[in-house]
C-alpha cells in the first residue's frame, strides 16, 4: 500500500520513528539500524514500509533500503517468524550476510540471532530456498552462465544470495558480472552488487 515515506522526523525512539508528512504523523516500527541511519529530529527522513495488517492490529514498518524491506518480507513469509522477531532479525544481521547464510546453509550463524534457534534457523533455510525454487527461471543457465565461468562458486554464489533477497536471475547475474571481483569475499560480492541495483 505504501512504497515509502518520506517527511519529517517528528518522533524517534527505540524501536519506532514518527514521520510528520503535510501534518499526518506516520508511526513506523523500525530495526534499530534503521532508527541509527535516521537522521535528527526535524530533518528530512524516508523509510521504505511494509504495511502489515492482522485480525487485531495494522502497522507501518519503515527500513532504511529496499534490500531490507525485501529481507523482512521473506522473514514474515516464514512459517513461526511474526514482524517483531523479523525487525529484530534485521537489527542483528546485514541483508547481504543472511542471504550467504541462507544460500550456504549456515545454520550457525543463523543461530548466533536473537530469538533463533537450530529449527527456527533449519525452517528459515529450507523455506527460502524452497521460494528459491519458484522464482523466475527463463533463460535461468544463459543468464548466469558467463559470471560462473569468470569468477567460478563465488560469483554463482553471490547470484544466489541475491535472488533470496528477491532479484530475478537475471537481474542478479547482470549485478554481479559488474563487479570487480577479484580477491573479493561472497559477502563483499553481494554488497558491491547491490550497490550496483541502488545506482539504478
Known amino acids: ?88 532479525i ?7 550476510k543472511f542471504a550467504l547464510s541462507v544460500i550456504t546453509n549456515d545454520v550457525k550463524e543463523l543461530t548466533k540471532l536473537p530469538g533463533i534457534g537450530a529449527k527456527s534457523a533449519q525452517r528459515i533455510i529450507l523455506e527460502l530456498k524452497d521460494k528459491l525454487k519458484t522464482e523466475e527461471s527463463i533463460s535461468s ?15 554463482s554464489e553471490a547470484v544466489a544470495a541475491l535472488q533470496v533477497l528477491g ?5 542478479a547475474a547482470k549485478a554481479v558480472a559488474s563487479v570487480n571481483s577479484e580477491g573479493l569475499s561472497v559477502e563483499d560480492i553481494i554488497k558491491k552488487a547491490l550497490l550496483f541495483f541502488a545506482k539504478q
Open 167 to 171: 532479484y530475478p536471475q537475471r537481474e
Open 141 to 155: 543457465e544463459d543468464a548466469i552462465t558467463e559470471t560462473i565461468q569468470v569468477g567460478g562458486d563465488n560469483l
Open 90 to 96: 534485521l537489527a542483528n544481521i546485514s541483508p547481504s
Open 1 to 88: 500500500m505504501f512504497a515509502y515515506i518520506k517527511g519529517k522526523l517528528a518522533i524517534k525512539s527505540t524501536d519506532y520513528v514518527v514521520i510528520d508528512v503535510g501534518g499526518v504523523g506516520y508511526k513506523i516500527y523500525a530495526p534499530t539500524s534503521t532508527i541509527n541511519k535516521l537522521g535528527e529530529i526535524g530533518s528530512e527522513a524516508m523509510v521504505h514500509t511494509h504495511y502489515h495488517v492482522r485480525e487485531d492490529n495494522i502497522s507501518l514498518y519503515g527500513f532504511a533500503t529496499a534490500e531490507e524491506l525485501r529481507m523482512f518480507e521473506l522473514l514474515i513469509g516464514v512459517s513461526g517468524v511474526g514482524a517483531k522477531s523479523a525487525n529484530t
